[in-house]
Nanobody, 122 residues
Framework: QVQLEESGGGSVHPGGSLKLSCVAS????????MNWYRRTPGNERELVAA???????NYADFVKGRFTISRNNAGNAVYLQMRSLKPEDTAVYYC????????????????WGKGTLVTVSP
């Protein structure tokens, strides 16, 4: 089992910045990738950014150039630096950890945090 706890959500004006943090504990040897997802009002949960154990990152098109995913050297924390925030970034942001195939990067078992709310409004 992997436990995840997010922090750093809050309210910000358009154009502002926030940094989300996620601390992981438990059976971290099972984790091959850590991700940030979000659920905007009325929509399904969607992948925002991913960082694999080899350091490779992926970003959704709607955050490229604005958000940066990173992690600490110990591998038990992942961060999401969000800049140039827009009202449409308002969402509950979820930390996710997953096993991933080392060749295909396909996800297997996944674990989720409870989420942290980010609100972007004038």
């Amino acid at each position: 089992q992997v436990q995840l706890e997010e922090s750093g959500g809050g309210s910000v004006h358009p154009g502002g910045s926030l940094k989300l943090s996620c601390v992981a504990s438990g059976s971290l040897f099972s984790v091959g990738v850590m991700n940030w997802y979000r659920r905007t009002p009325g929509n399904e949960r969607e992948l925002v950014a991913a960082i694999f154990n080899d350091g490779k990152t992926n970003y959704a098109d709607f955050v490229k150039g604005r958000f940066t995913i990173s992690r600490n050297n110990a591998g038990n924390a992942v961060y999401l630096q969000m800049r140039s925030l827009k009202p449409e970034d308002t969402a509950v942001y979820y930390c996710n950890a997953a096993w991933s195939d080392p060749d295909t990067r396909e996800y297997g078992m996944q674990w989720w945090g409870k989420g942290t709310l980010v609100t972007v409004s004038p």
